[in-house]
């Protein structure tokens, strides 16, 4: 579970302070896929640099538990720039996060050739970043941030620069593995489709300073859901117009 009590979040700046978070209060179930939408500057990946310890000026307390014992280094966090290092090879970009935390090499190697293989581009591991088309590199970011084997995925906005196709195929892999793992999955998009698509719940940060202006959980009731059953389901238009009609302007 992650915990969000009376968070004040501001930035300051020359005349002042800027604020992101009002006395914020936020919780986030064991196993759950939360997205989290809302306008440019609201605070989303403030949010995470909070929850990941990145940034830790603010006001309040976070508690982050997994079977109610507080967890420390069970968060992995992918970006929507793939920050691949260019003098790596696509294998050790994979495992530089395994070699930084110390972890069983050989366990996350298998991991790792597992994954290429079921996104297809497995034959890209002695490949170097430069040759590698965008959604290539996002899928090695993708599997860089499996193999981790975290209790708390963070994504922001990972799918946002790549093609509809690929986009498809990984926002199913990562359903998947939080459904095979109970995964905590914490999804930042601006794509109200793919939110309704992969989550089990919506949360809807208004403009700054406002924190939390919606929050709805989404139950599509499929009994072998996946991000193309989701869009295919008689109540997704429903959801959408829900969302539309509480988006921040």
């Given amino acids: 579970m992650i915990q969000l009590s009376n968070i004040n979040k501001s930035f300051k700046i020359k005349d002042g302070e800027i604020l992101i978070f009002k006395n914020l209060n936020f919780a986030i179930q064991e196993g759950e896929f939360v997205t989290i939408l809302g306008p440019n500057g609201c605070g989303k990946s403030t949010l995470f640099n909070l929850i990941t310890g990145i940034d830790s000026d603010y006001e309040g307390e976070i508690n982050i538990k997994n079977n109610g014992r507080t967890i420390n280094n069970s968060i992995a966090y992918m970006l929507q720039k793939d920050l691949l290092l260019p003098w790596l090879t696509v294998i050790q970009n994979i495992m530089l996060g395994i070699d930084i935390q110390k972890k069983d090499k050989n366990v ?44 708390i995925l963070l994504l922001d906005e990972p799918f946002s620069a790549i093609d509809y196709n ?29 939110a309704i698509a992969v989550s089990d719940r919506i949360v809807i940060l208004g403009k700054r300073g406002n924190g939390i202006v919606w929050d709805m959980k989404i139950d599509l009731n499929i009994p072998d859901r996946s991000p193309v059953t989701a869009r295919q389901h008689p109540n997704f238009a429903n959801y959408y117009k829900q969302i539309w009609e509480n988006y921040p302007r």
């Fill in 108 to 151: 996350a190697l298998k991991l790792a050739n597992e994954y290429l293989a079921m996104l297809k581009i497995a034959k890209l591991t002695n490949e170097y970043p430069a040759n590698l088309s965008g959604g290539e590199r996002q899928k090695v970011s993708l599997v860089r941030t499996l193999i981790l084997n975290t209790n």
């Fill in 166 to 194: 690929t986009r498809i195929e990984l926002q199913t892999m990562i359903f998947r593995y939080a459904e095979k793992k109970n995964t905590t999955v914490l999804l930042i998009s601006h794509d109200i489709d793919e």
